[in-house]
């Protein structure tokens, strides 16, 4: 598992992190740690395979910037998790927009980043996904002039942006459908496994029947984990 980092310059006006950290207390996030130098957001989504936690992402308000990490499991999900992850960092933005002085430039690049990947992954399959590539586009520039809005809009509505961050399963199918077996795939076709091996799964006998390497079954895995469908079982 990898960690993304997306860094704005930013300038803290004068809130304590204190204050500033019971304006999330009721958003879900899994831990909020207030520190010397900073206030810490940490959302964690299950157990992987050994049983530590999986940090879905963290967000760290600094005096002088704010540091936004997420987690990508695979190489080829980065792009679904920019995609998903975006408008939670948007959200988190607008509810500190009156206690931080932001630098959004590098926002805005991380948008114009994802187009370009989706785009350029588009085009090395070879496949005329002109209707698909159109209707992202049209979610990516909808992306764009949220934020702006955004920035002079209510923490009410910050706060129901959060929550759309679990309606995003359609987009995240599109962008596997381009990736060879999806991860939506992979965990279907282990889930019926171990529902017909009584429970339990052999990672080499399940990645010779589907021709996957072992890493990808434990992905696969490791994903049911995160997502609650399956526990691991400590013997």
């Known amino acids: 598992m990898e960690m993304k980092t997306i860094e704005l310059k930013a300038k803290l006006k004068g809130k304590s992190f204190s204050s500033l950290s019971k304006e999330f207390s009721e958003l879900g996030f899994s831990s909020i740690s ?4 900073a206030l810490a957001l940490v959302k964690d989504t299950g157990k992987d395979l050994e049983g530590k936690p999986h940090k879905d992402y963290e967000i760290l308000l600094e005096k ?3 540091i936004f990490k997420y987690s990508v499991m695979t190489p080829s999900e980065e792009l679904r998790r920019r995609l998903e992850v975006l408008p939670v960092f948007l959200s988190v933005l607008t509810i500190i927009n009156s206690s931080y002085i932001i630098d959004l430039l590098p926002v805005y690049e991380e948008m114009d980043k994802a187009i370009k990947d989706m785009t350029s992954l588009v085009s090395r399959e070879g496949i ?3 209707a698909e590539i159109s209707s992202l586009k049209i979610k990516n520039d909808s992306l764009k002039r949220k934020y702006d809005e955004l920035v002079s809009s209510s923490e009410e509505n910050a706060r129901i942006l959060l929550e759309c961050e679990r309606r995003r399963d359609d987009l995240n199918r599109r962008v596997d459908s381009l990736e060879g077996m999806s991860d939506e795939l992979l965990k279907e076709k282990l889930f019926k496994w171990i529902k017909i091996h009584n429970g339990t799964v052999s990672i080499d006998d399940f990645s010779s029947a589907n021709k996957i390497s072992p890493s990808r079954t434990e992905e696969g895995l490791n994903l049911l984990i995160r997502e609650g469908y399956i526990k691991r079982k400590i013997k």
């Open 128 to 130: 005329d996904y002109t």
């Open 34 to 37: 207030v520190k010397k130098n």
């Open 64 to 66: 002088n910037k704010v």
